[in-house]
């Protein structure tokens, strides 16, 4: 039986990844190839010891079909701004940006992005009044004609769309409140949290439909991971791996064990390489379930899937 290979690489380096070895002998980077999804962690706070600095938060670089994203930006710009030029990631050649969700851990670093790329496009979830900006139909508040021009909303004739500012003006935000393919099989999963403490919380999520099967890159995850990845099964049931915050980071073990299950035995999840908000308990109980399928992603890892064959 084939399985597929996972090449991890720090800084200049290209490192096969070989499952419990404890060396891994090192190789020149390459740029991902086509059919690849390549994802380099710029910023969390667990990682190997290097230049890059860690801190609580979340920032990936993801390449793909010749597209260069940035997926969130972290909390502080200038550890974003080191943990970039440390990669060698150059954040002014960026096709699009996606922000995932708009909790201050994964969108403090965007001052500095707009700073060295200020026209850059950038996804965002569509919030009423949010932080990215919002727009909503006029017909969302009640009228009273009775009342006199100057008591009334724009004199009583409102504009048909209301726009509401976002909180960097003159940013290329593109809002999306539904799921949508941004580019040739790149997709974003909107969905709404329904859990307490970020009820009605929007987030987007990026999946990547490879020839291996989906890629997807999550955020918090905070609507629920099976959730996203059962969203993302609706484009191809074949999920290849899942890289990202998984926000198990304070649930109990028996939440923890449901969510580990869905994502193999339910979804059969082919590769995990968890990070930020999954916390250490479900570290523990990923890497059980998975076994040599769990992927380590720390602070400065870069992650590239090739095709070796259908390990199933």
């Known amino acids: 039986m084939v399985s597929d290979n996972w090449v991890v690489s ?3 380096a290209l490192l096969l990844f070989i499952a419990c070895a404890a060396t891994i002998p090192a190789a020149p ?32 670089f993801v390449e793909y079909g010749g597209k260069r994203i940035l997926f969130d930006t972290g909390n502080n710009p200038d550890i974003l701004a080191q943990n970039a030029k440390a990669k060698g ?10 922000m995932s969700h708009r909790h201050g851990d994964h969108m403090g670093g965007l001052t500095y992005l707009l700073k060295v790329n200020p026209t850059v496009r950038i ?11 919002a727009d909503l139909p006029s017909s969302f508040y009640r009228k009273d004609p009775s009342l006199s021009p100057e008591q009334r909303y724009y004199d009583g004739t409102p504009p048909e769309v209301m726009r509401f500012g976002s909180a960097w003006p003159g940013a290329n935000f593109q809002l999306a409140d539904k799921n949508i393919e941004i580019a040739p099989d790149i997709h974003l999963i909107a969905l709404v949290s329904d859990k307490p403490g970020t009820l009605e919380l929007r987030e987007l999520s990026l999946a990547i439909n490879t020839p291996d099967g989906m890629v997807i890159v ?3 995850s905070h609507p629920g991971i099976d959730k996203i990845v059962e969203s993302a099964t ?10 990202g915050g998984f926000h198990l980071v304070a649930a109990p073990d028996p939440d923890i064990e449901r969510t580990v299950t869905a994502l193999h035995d339910r979804f059969r999840v082919e590769y995990v390489a968890p990070g930020h908000c999954t916390g250490e ?3 523990t109980a990923l890497k059980k379930a998975f076994g040599d ?4 992603a720390g602070l400065g890892t870069t992650l590239t899937a090739t095709q070796a064959g259908n390990h199933r």
């Open 218 to 220: 999550v955020g918090c």
């Open 293 to 296: 399928h769990y992927i380590y």
């Open 123 to 133: 996804y965002a979830p569509k919030e009423g009044f949010g932080v990215y900006g």
């Open 89 to 98: 990631v150059d954040l002014t050649t960026l096709d699009f940006v996606v």
């Open 10 to 12: 720090s800084s200049a």
């Open 29 to 60: 980077m390459a740029s991902a190839a086509v059919g690849d999804a390549q994802i380099t962690v710029l910023y969390d706070a667990f990682g190997k010891e290097s230049v890059m600095q860690k801190e609580w938060g979340y920032a990936a």
């Open 281 to 283: 308990p479900a570290f």
């Open 234 to 243: 609706a484009i191809n049931p074949r999920i290849h791996f899942i890289a």
